[in-house]
């Protein structure tokens, strides 16, 4: 069976590099016509071409956008409309982790900024997602959202504490949400475990490239296993999943953490 998103318009954030890289790519690669946001216009339109030439024809638009800001939400989601006429498919992915230490020494700016980006970015994008093309009032109501959340929002990662309590929070609105959007958006997350990206490069580098991890599936994550969780969410064949959370980890959690 074949996965095709032919006739589909995505909307990824942090789209510059790494999993949401990965996952634009794969949703051209099935024939969806993609934005692509992050802070940086520089790595946004080189991922945009590095798209382009794994998928030659791929349509995609690089649009700078702080994923907390939400006039940058607004517009991020009105240029997909005026683009390609419609938004199907809303991946929030971009997310920051700026204090790495216990939960009880984190500072008041480092607590907000997480929450800001990890949380409230996604809920805010989300409603412009709804608002302007996936909602009852819209021209073509429907659609889905998938939230990047992490392993770390299901179980103790110290020092992930505040960044695993925003990732468990937005599995918690990713529930709620799909409850409130149902029938017409299904809105559902994915947990990765430790995928090797320039996020998590402080948990992987210096380890050998066959090194072997401590858990079931013994290797390191590529951001196309994300992907292709994120392509399978998307699809057609995911129409009776809603509210749900895709763990994506190696079997890093059954065999007792990451
Ligand atoms: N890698 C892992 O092991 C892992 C594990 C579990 C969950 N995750 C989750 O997977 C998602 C993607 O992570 P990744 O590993 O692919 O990270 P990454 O390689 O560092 O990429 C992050 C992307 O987000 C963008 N970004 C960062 N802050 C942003 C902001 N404030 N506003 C808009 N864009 C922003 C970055 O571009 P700019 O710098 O241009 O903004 C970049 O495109 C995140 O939600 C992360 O929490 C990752």
């Not at 790519?25 to 692509?36: L, S």
């Not at 809105?187 to 990765?192: H, K």
């Not at 390191?220 to 399978?232: E, K, M, S, V, Y």
Request: some cysteine.
């Amino acid at each position: 069976m074949d996965i095709r998103l032919d006739g589909k318009v995505a909307l990824v954030t942090g789209g510059s590099r790494g999993i949401g890289q990965a996952i634009a790519a794969t949703y051209a690669e099935c024939g969806a016509r993609v934005v692509i946001t992050s802070r940086k216009i520089e790595g946004l339109e080189r991922s945009a071409e590095e798209i382009r030439s794994r998928v030659p024809g791929a349509e995609v638009v690089p649009f700078a956008a702080h994923a907390g800001d939400p006039q940058a939400a607004r517009d991020a989601v009105a240029l997909a409309v005026d683009t390609f006429g419609t938004l199907d498919i809303l991946v929030n992915n971009a997310a920051t982790n700026p204090h790495f230490g216990n939960v009880v020494g984190v500072d008041v700016p480092r607590f907000d900024k997480t929450v800001e980006v990890n949380l409230r970015g996604p809920l805010v994008w989300t409603q412009e997602a709804w608002g302007q093309a996936m909602g009852p009032d819209t021209a073509h109501p429907g659609g889905c959202v998938i939230n990047l959340s992490s392993v770390s929002g299901l179980q103790f990662n110290d020092p992930l504490g505040v960044y695993g309590m925003t990732k468990a929070a937005l599995i918690h609105q990713t529930k709620h949400l799909a409850g409130e959007l149902a029938p017409a958006v299904r809105v559902n997350a994915i947990a990765p475990g430790l995928v090797k990206t320039e996020f998590a490069r402080s948990l992987w580098e210096g380890a050998a490239p066959d090194a072997k991890y401590p858990w079931a599936l013994e290797r390191l994550g590529d951001p196309q296993d994300i992907a292709n969780a994120a392509l399978f969410l998307a699809s057609d064949l995911a129409s009776w999943i809603t509210g749900e959370v895709l763990v994506v980890d190696g079997g890093a959690m059954i065999k007792g953490g990451i």
